[in-house]
């Protein structure tokens, strides 16, 4: 099956292209006005091709493509996509509008294909192991990073929309009400807290890029049992009054831990098996017409 990758940045070269060059059966076309850097590419991995414009890769007959562009073109080249009958995997979020994206959502129906976005965390071990667990009451999603603040809407579409996906996601059921409070100062966000409920359920998101520490913590806590992810790497388990410690070993592969894997190896079958425009898909959309709401809220002055 051909693919091409467009954009390659530094998801791309240390996300997806160590995933998918490991893969048999798959002919890879990278696209890139950055001709030098191709090149290099060529030279790390035998048997990709490469092309320098969209145009060029849609007419060499790609079946699907990843797009790893910065978010500002992400529209343009969508659309030009699924305009020529070819799946699409694009990096969050899709566009900064989100008119834009409810668009590229109707386009995907109309044409019958996918558009899929990389919500990698939905895939990472031990993130999918508690969708298996009861639906919980509460999840409490932490993000941290240090000294980072940012224009709000990049802020919330570019960072913070992981941990609204993450606990959407998590919690499993439909949105019934939000609240959100953040720290703005000079137009710069610091600082996010998003406190969303459900019928069964509760969940808290933040986000502190004023941190003293880059972290991400879960806490997940379901009738009977209470999980907590650090870094997406370790887990401890509260059951029965008693506390169990786990972690990856050694050889469990980093892309392995936070999802890359999987969630490229699903859109790959999806496109092979199903080749068809997929309603799961839709519930992305979800998650990027409450961050549009966030933001709103937020640029209240």
Request: aromatic share 8%; glycine share 6%.
């Amino acid at each position: 099956m051909r693919i091409g990758i467009i954009g390659i940045g530094d998801i791309a070269k240390k996300a997806y292209l160590p995933v998918m060059t490991r893969k048999k059966n798959l002919e890879i076309i990278l696209c890139s006005r950055n001709e030098e850097l191709l090149k290099d590419l060529m030279n790390s991995y035998r048997g990709i091709h490469y092309v320098t414009s969209v145009k060029t890769l849609i007419e060499s007959g790609v079946k699907a493509a990843f797009i790893h562009a910065a978010t500002s073109a992400h529209y343009g080249i969508c659309k030009e996509l699924l305009d020529n009958g070819i799946h699409v995997y694009v990096d969050k979020p899709i566009s900064y509008k989100i008119e834009e994206t409810r668009e590229l959502y109707e386009l995907a129906k109309k044409n019958n294909l996918i558009l899929r976005v990389g919500f990698n965390r939905r895939k990472a071990p031990l993130i999918a192991d508690m969708k298996k667990l009861k639906k919980p009451d509460v999840v409490i999603y932490q993000k941290n990073r240090v000294d980072l603040p940012a224009d709000i809407r990049e802020y919330i579409y570019d960072d913070f929309i992981h941990v609204v996906d993450s606990i959407r996601y998590l919690l499993g059921e439909d949105i019934e009400n939000f609240l959100v409070k953040g720290k703005v100062v000079n137009n710069l966000l610091y600082s996010v807290t998003l406190q969303v409920i459900s019928r069964n359920g509760t969940a808290i998101g933040i986000m502190n890029r004023e941190s003293g520490k880059t972290e991400e913590r879960i806490e997940f806590i379901c009738p009977g049992e209470k999980r907590i992810v650090e870094d997406l790497n370790n887990l401890t388990v509260y059951k029965d009054g008693i506390e169990i410690r786990q972690k990856f070993g050694d050889w469990e592969p980093v892309l392995y831990r936070r999802g890359f894997e999987q969630i490229t190896d699903t859109f790959l079958e999806d496109v092979t098996e199903q080749d068809r425009f997929l309603e799961k898909d839709e519930d992305s959309l979800k998650t990027h017409e409450l961050c549009e709401l966030i933001v709103e809220q937020l640029s209240v002055k």
